[in-house]
């Protein structure tokens, strides 16, 4: 599609909504948001790239292919899993560690946002191989 | 850079026979404490809430298999690298043999019965993948599904026999069944588990009639005939027999069945081999002969039988994959495995003709050879046996005659005779594959020189392991003019005289085979067949490529069942209250209805999609407004996407101008299912918000989530935390659909 104000529009709202994307990655243990929901947003932005400038320059712009990313996320999941079982506790067992602490503040790591982050990859890596695939076909 | 690759993968592989060298090392320092006697137990929690554990027991049993397993292991590996010299999946073959390996290991050596079953079909996976390595052949694909087929299903049998052995036992640990074995045999069951086990230990063993699969698995390279289809997988079946004897052994059924069936199939497997020309085949049917010796020894219960079995098992595992590795090298070296086109090959491949004639005459069980000693315990536990000791005897003697005549035929064609005009000059081949038959069929001598030591370290503890007498074992060369030493006379005589006659013999057995109407193999090609029909058939009616026919089924299958189901237990229809409704929510219910109506009258698809969207949306406003901010997040993104994403794949369609939405009947017959689907969810959602919420669950996630869990979104926290599971299934999902979604839209695009 050959429009002007689209092209110029989609410029400035993909990198907001991939932006807002990991924000609402990172926020999703606290406040609504989290990878599935991460992963969609992406996932709109990257529909709205596609319409505006075609798929080739999708594909130039995230450089991977898609379906790496699925794997790389199924790979994350299972691995965030994994850490637990070497600990000789239950698979997929939250372990949790303090990162940084502060006086009035905790900052606290742990499995499960890795493995959130594996849903957003899978999420995210469906949504581009099956538009990317569409459009391109 | 592909040629230094491939040199690479090659040193590779060659040093990856150091895995099945440093496991045989540590059977072999097992070997002392399992002569004495002991046992040692290793247990790995793995599913403790329903009594499953990764529990593994070494004893003379296990360490006697694990024994014959590495050491074929390392032969086969060094072997293998130099048959498949230059294969451009070298490293893909060597990644199967070890991981089966390892799966055969954990097979021998697992006492939870259900670890047992998971190492049990890995076995059968890898066999699978192993037969079909030349999955270019359409030979290959074929039998390697159905060996899958025939094992994978009486894997499956020995699954439920497992675990109707639980339910009477309480235990899935074998060493806990054993003392119960009174209890087990007792039980109203006990026949269903021993039919049960039975099943699964005779499609692994190739006994009639499971017998079929294990000539047509000759499609796969020598090295895994050698390895999987003498040695060890087959014998899988035969272990699983041993291992069961304690707990359900002796019985009258277990006697009549095991001599029956092991008889008609070492009979039949020999008489079978006769009727062949590959060398190939010939060794599967000796080799269906074999287990068929051994299973009919394992009926018995006396220790002269069970020793028999188990002398037979290790005789048998030296020469057959000896012979295995031999025609690998002739196909190999000339290019051919059929006999009438072999001859003279002494002159070329001296080592491995050697190889074979020490082999060859364990097989034919010449005196001197620990094939010869195997022959005697046999005939000496034959005449122990308590049922019929006639039958066994018979059996034993008819088939190792005809396996003496094999034996004759495998030496005397291929090596010995006039040399055939190859066509290109035969010569000897490589060290690394002679020296695996050499070293396996001159163990034959060895071990017949000091047959002794033999039975006391390898032989008895294995025995003991299954057979509680304190009766000594011991394998000796001459036991005197005896009953036995007359039938190994009587054997090799009529031995002689097979060999004479195979030639004839030959074209009898094939003449006869011709005129058999039924055989396994093509009840089997039957069954595959009704199969695929019935497939076919369910494909037509419910899977026919329409859309509109799916989403009938579905709809009215939920609303036939869930409605039913409703009904049938609703007392009463439940209250329905006049909404109170803010000004802002009649909004959203005109906006919705709005929607609604538009989809249902549009005939612009782009436009009932876009609508579909603003139902969805409202929705999400609506979960907005009761306070679930995360549903209405992921509902609206869920909604964009899908109008953008059905979008695109609307503008690629041909306008529909779509006779079906003209069809009268047909479009009332879809409404009325629609309002009924739609009717029965609103009941159910009323009937729901009468009742009282069970807040138990809700009030956990409550405390915990911050506490343990460290978040204060509750629903992401029970999503990749508290029951992260569940999101562990469903990404799989997403990302089979999304993979299967790919395949299928680069599927149509090419043609």
């Known amino acids: 599609m050959q429009s002007l104000i689209l092209r110029t529009a989609t410029r400035l709202l993909v990198s907001l909504i991939l932006v807002f994307s990991i924000y609402l990655l990172f926020r999703g243990h606290n406040s609504p948001g989290g990878g599935f929901s991460g992963a969609l947003v992406a996932g709109t932005g990257f529909a709205l790239y596609i319409i505006a400038e075609g798929a080739a320059s999708v594909r130039r712009a995230i450089r991977i292919d898609p379906r790496h990313l699925i794997v790389f996320g199924l790979g994350l999941a299972l691995v965030s899993g994994l850490v637990a079982v070497f600990t000789g506790k239950p698979f997929l067992t939250g372990l949790w560690g303090t990162v940084a602490e502060l006086p009035d503040y905790k900052l606290v790591l742990g499995t499960p946002f890795l493995f959130d982050v594996g849903v957003y990859a899978i999420v995210l890596g469906t949504i581009l191989t099956i538009i990317l695939a569409l459009e391109e076909s | ?751």
């Open chain 2, 1 to 751: 850079m592909g040629v230094s690759l491939k040199h690479r993968t090659e040193w590779i592989v060659r040093a990856s026979c150091i895995l099945p060298l440093v496991l045989f090392l540590g059977a072999c320092a097992m070997v002392p404490a399992m002569a004495a006697g002991e046992s040692y137990r290793l247990s790995i929690s793995w599913i403790p809430a329903l009594g499953v554990n990764l529990s593994f027991m070494l004893d003379g049993l296990s360490i006697f298999f694990a024994l014959i397993i590495s050491a074929i292991g390392f032969f086969v590996t060094i072997y293998a690298v130099d048959y498949l010299h230059g294969h451009r999946d070298t490293g893909r073959f060597f990644i199967f043999l070890h991981a089966f390996m390892i799966s055969m290991l954990g097979l021998v050596t697992a006492d939870n019965v259900i670890a047992l079953f998971v190492f049990w079909e890995l076995t059968t996976i890898f066999s699978y993948l192993l037969i079909g390595f030349e999955h270019e052949e359409e030979a290959s694909r074929k039998s390697a599904r159905q060996a899958l087929l025939v094992t994978g299903a009486g894997g499956l049998a020995l699954l439920v026999g497992f675990l109707l052995l639980e339910t009477i036992s309480g235990t899935y640990e074998i060493s806990r069944m054993v003392p119960q074995a009174s209890l087990i045999g007792a039980h109203p069951l006990y026949g269903a588990v021993l039919a049960l086990i039975f099943v699964g230990a005779f499609t692994k063993s190739a006994q009639f009639p499971f017998h079929f699969w294990l000539p047509n698995a000759m499609a796969a390279p020598a090295p895994i005939s050698a390895f999987l289809h003498s040695a060890t997988m087959v014998k899988g079946g035969i272990y699983l027999l041993a291992r069961f004897h304690p707990i359900l052994g002796g019985g009258g059924a277990w006697t009549c069945t095991l001599m029956i069936i092991g008889a008609v199939t070492a009979v039949g497997g020999s008489i079978l081999a006769m009727g062949q020309s590959d060398l190939k085949k010939i060794l599967a049917y000796t080799t269906i002969t074999a287990l068929g010796i051994m299973t009919m020894f394992l009926g018995g219960k006396t220790t002269p039988s069970l020793t028999a079995a188990m002398t037979f098992l290790l005789v048998h595992s030296l020469y057959k994959s000896a012979l295995f590795l031999v025609a690998g090298i002739i196909d190999h070296q000339t290019g051919t495995r059929q006999l009438e086109k072999l001859g003279g090959l002494l002159k070329f491949m001296p080592a491995t003709a050697f190889a074979a004639v020490a082999a060859c005459l364990s097989m034919a069980g010449f005196p001197l050879f620990f094939g010869f000693i195997g022959k005697e315990i046999m005939y000496k536990g034959a005449l122990a046996e308590a049922m019929c000791p006639e039958l066994a005897a018979g059996a034993a003697v008819l088939s190792n005659a005809l396996m003496t005549a094999v034996g004759g035929i495998l030496v005397v064609r291929p090596f010995l005779g006039r040399p055939v005009g190859y066509q290109a000059p035969v010569r000897e081949t490589t060290f690394f594959m002679w020296c695996g038959p050499v070293v396996l069929g001159g163990l034959g001598i060895i071990f017949g020189i000091v047959p002794d030591l033999v039975g006391h370290w390898l032989v008895g503890p294995a025995v003991h392991a299954f057979h509680f007498s304190v009766e000594d074992i011991k394998l000796s060369l001459f036991h005197g003019i005896n009953e036995p030493l007359l039938l190994s006379i009587m054997t090799l005589t009529l031995g002689v005289g097979f060999y004479l006659a195979h030639r004839r013999l030959f074209q009898w057995i094939n003449a006869a085979a011709e005129k058999i109407p039924v055989t396994a193999d093509r009840v089997y090609d039957g069954c595959v067949g009704s199969v695929a029909r019935l497939g076919r058939l369910q494909a037509r009616i419910i899977q026919n490529g329409s859309l509109h026919r799916y989403f009938f089924i579905v709809a009215a299958t939920f609303l036939f069942a869930v409605g039913y189901g409703f009904l049938s237990r609703a007392q009463a229809f439940p209250e329905v209250m006049p909404p109170l409704l803010a000004w802002r929510e009649w909004l959203l219910v005109i906006v919705i209805s709005a929607a609604v109506i538009t989809v249902l009258v549009t005939r612009i698809l782009l436009l009932a999609i876009c609508a579909l969207g603003v139902i969805g949306a409202g929705l999400a406003i609506i979960f907005l407004t009761f306070g679930a901010p995360d549903l209405a997040l992921t509902q609206l993104l869920v909604e964009t996407l899908t109008v953008v994403i059905v979008s695109m794949i609307l503008l690629r369609l041909p306008g529909l101008g779509s006779q079906a939405r003209n069809h009268r009947g047909r479009r009332l017959f879809d409404a009325l299912l629609a309002a009924g689907t739609g009717i029965l969810v609103t009941t159910l959602l009323l009937a729901l918000l009468s009742t009282e919420m069970d807040r138990s669950i809700t009030a956990f996630f409550e405390q915990n989530s911050y506490l343990a869990a460290h978040g204060k979104n509750i629903v992401n926290v029970i999503l990749v935390d508290f029951r992260s599971m569940d999101t562990l299934g469903e990404i799989i999902v997403v990302a089979t659909a999304g993979l299967a979604g790919y395949a299928l839209i680069k599927k149509r695009g090419s043609g």
